[in-house]
């Protein structure tokens, strides 16, 4: 028996050649085959329905399972997210006794991780839009539906958590006809957690999600959706095969830059990879073909025989754009070479972050990094250090600016040691996003307080349901990616749901905050900020600095500085020697006389010695209020 109560099906055989069937219109079905994925707003119970339904289709028995055990990586399992898209082959024998082969693909809730969404749904044929009993639907819940909704899927609403004491189930309901434009009536109830309707979505699957169209005699035509470095194999493709068939030993060809390889092995993911004699149309699997450098995999590829090609390539994904910079240094000049190696590896397993050289007075050699938001940028600083042993810093993070210069020109900029002179500037333009947060009414009046702070305006404020308030504004993307997160979480006291799209560039009035220590420019602390908020920032990182720099023989003083302007100071006294405690008698010239000479000794050290500031004063910068 499964923990759920239900007794394990056993384990059907998984066939290499789906029975297709042909329509009179000549589009051939792979009728035994479901592709489908998981979607909802973050913390809706979307690796705890994954959990459920691998144990009842018998993949897993209670002695290896553990939950979200889809979610393999450490870092997930300790924040409690998805943070990689995961794909598993199901085996489920329907109510009818037919055999099926259901294909899940379990995804990210968070808005940072929506490019992995966009990448699943372009391998299935539906989904499952799960919405929580108590919360009812979400801002990412809209957004997960219209990216379901582009690929033309079949969706299947889900009430998720309908054990809950909270849990108002009519109200939902009434949101899925609202709000969701879908059918009420075609909604399912269920609770991931004790296992509640875990036969009815599995039945629904069936039914209701169209099996995918192919034709495994056809020429190759694979897509790749993921992939990931494995030390022993080289490249793990991840791929779903729309037309033709591949087994090891074909030779097949990545038809982004024409490179040809021999297929070494072939299979599916259950919770391991499983070896089969081949994948075909219909299918979602992994190739492993030898590929030894990461470069020569582009997610979003064809793969196609050699031999027998296709015409043209698949239809890619979509190019994603970053929106937080910052630069990535090791702690240690020695390790760039192991930090260019792990980046390069990290890309092929994270398709939506971007890098190239960079280089700082302070920091030595380095990467520019581009992250779709702060919570990918921590993610991909935690797994840099934890998966490729690594000791990394960072920059502060900044955003894409637009500054048109007087010559009539434009100029982008995300690195503040590329900003154009205020000279010769004529405008100068930041990114405003449109945020949307839900929470409860009860905590409206601190959110506008921190939207307002935050330069925000243009506010809208409805009432989705009794005590739930969504609210929204335009902002500077800027301001969001400093500390707006972790104070709105503060003030939420964890409630509250954050999401934002990108609007438009605004004219605004920006300048270049330098950070001066001793009198030299540390450029890895520059920052572009609105003219209104640097003081405040340049007194913040002053402070943190002056905490942070161990205390000289001399006098050490920390400036913030807009062009020649200092606009804030912090200073760290000195340490100071008692030369005068010898003398114990005599002319006070004699104490003046020695005093003077140390004076002099201090200017002197003062003018040759070099400040060295600690990694923990870098980070320290970085740090947002709440925090210290």
């Not at 005699?217 to 993921?226: G, K, N, Q, S, V």
């Not at 390069?344 to 960079?358: R, S, T, V």
């Not at 409630?495 to 300048?511: A, K």
């Not at 942070?548 to 807009?562: C, L, T």
């Amino acid at each position: 028996m499964n923990p759920i109560g239900m007794p394990f099906t056993s384990i059907p055989p998984l066939t290499n050649n789906p029975t297709s069937i042909t329509t009179p219109d000549g589009e051939k079905y792979l009728k035994d085959i479901r592709n489908f994925s998981i979607i909802a707003h973050i913390d809706h119970g979307k690796s705890t329905l994954a959990d459920r339904l691998i144990l009842r289709t018998g993949v897993c028995d209670t002695r290896t399972f553990k939950d979200q055990i889809l979610d393999n990586m450490d870092i997930e399992r300790e924040r409690g997210i998805t943070i990689k898209s995961q794909a598993i082959t199901l085996p489920y024998t329907a109510s009818d006794g037919k055999a099926y082969c259901l294909n899940l693909i379990d995804t990210p809730g968070h808005v940072d991780f929506s490019y992995e969404v966009s990448r699943s749904l372009a391998s299935c044929e539906g989904v499952l839009l799960l919405i929580d009993a108590a919360q009812g639907v979400q801002a990412q819940t809209l957004a997960n539906l219209y990216l379901a909704m582009e690929h033309d899927l079949e969706i299947i609403p889900v009430i998720n958590k309908i054990d809950l004491p909270s849990a108002d189930i009519e109200r939902v309901l009434e949101q899925i006809d609202s709000e969701l434009g879908l059918d009420p009536d075609t909604a399912l109830l269920c609770s991931a957690k004790d296992g509640t309707g875990i036969d009815g979505i599995l039945e629904a699957i069936v039914e209701r999600v169209p099996p995918p169209k192919g034709d495994p005699d056809a020429p190759l035509a694979a897509l790749i959706f993921d992939a990931h470095y494995d030390a022993f194999r080289g490249t793990v493709i991840s791929c779903r095969v729309f037309n033709g068939t591949v087994s090891a030993g074909d030779t097949i060809r990545f038809m982004f830059n024409d490179s040809v390889y021999r297929v070494e092995e072939v299979g599916h993911f259950l919770l391991s990879r499983e070896k089969r004699s081949e994948l075909s149309a219909g299918e979602v699997g992994y190739i492993i073909a030898g590929v030894k450098t990461v470069s020569s995999v582009s997610i979003g590829d064809t793969v196609t025989l050699d031999t027998k090609p296709c015409t043209a390539p698949l239809p890619g994904f979509k190019e994603v754009k970053p929106v937080v910079f910052a630069s990535i240094y090791p702690i240690a000049s020695d390790d760039y070479e192991d930090l260019a190696v792990a980046l390069e590896k990290y890309k092929l397993n994270d398709a939506a972050f971007i890098y190239e050289k960079d280089s700082s007075v302070a920091l030595g050699q380095g990467f520019r990094c581009g992250f779709l938001g702060l919570l990918h940028l921590d993610i991909v600083q935690e797994r840099l250090e934890r998966e490729y042993d690594l000791n990394i810093i960072l920059s502060v993070p900044s955003v894409r600016y637009r500054f048109t210069l007087k010559d009539g020109s434009v100029v982008w900029v995300d690195n503040p040691a590329h900003y154009p002179g205020p000279m010769a500037i004529d405008k100068s333009e930041e990114p405003y996003i449109r945020a949307t947060m839900m929470l409860p009414d009860r905590y409206l009046g601190p959110v506008m307080t921190l939207c307002i702070e935050k330069r925000g305006s243009n506010s809208n404020l409805r009432y989705p349901g009794p005590g739930r308030a969504e609210l929204s504004y335009e902002m500077p993307l800027s301001e969001v990616i400093y500390d707006f997160y972790d104070r709105f979480k503060s003030v939420t006291q964890g409630y509250g749901s954050f999401d934002y799209d990108l609007i438009d560039y605004r004219e605004s009035n920006l300048v270049l905050l330098d950070i001066l220590v001793n009198g030299e420019k540390v450029d890895a602390l520059s920052q572009i900020v609105h003219r209104d908020r640097a003081r405040a920032r340049g007194v913040q990182a002053c402070d943190r600095l002056k905490d942070e720099i161990p205390r000289q023989m001399y006098k050490i003083a920390i400036q913030g500085a807009i062009g020649g302007e200092i606009i804030s100071r912090s200073t760290i006294s000195p340490y100071r020697k008692d030369v005068t405690a010898k003398c114990y008698g005599g002319d006070i010239t004699r104490k003046r006389k020695l005093l003077e000479k140390q004076k002099a000794g201090k200017k002197r050290m003062k003018m040759v010695g070099s400040v060295s500031i600690p990694q923990s004063a870098f980070l320290a910068v970085l740090k947002s209020d709440s925090d210290s």
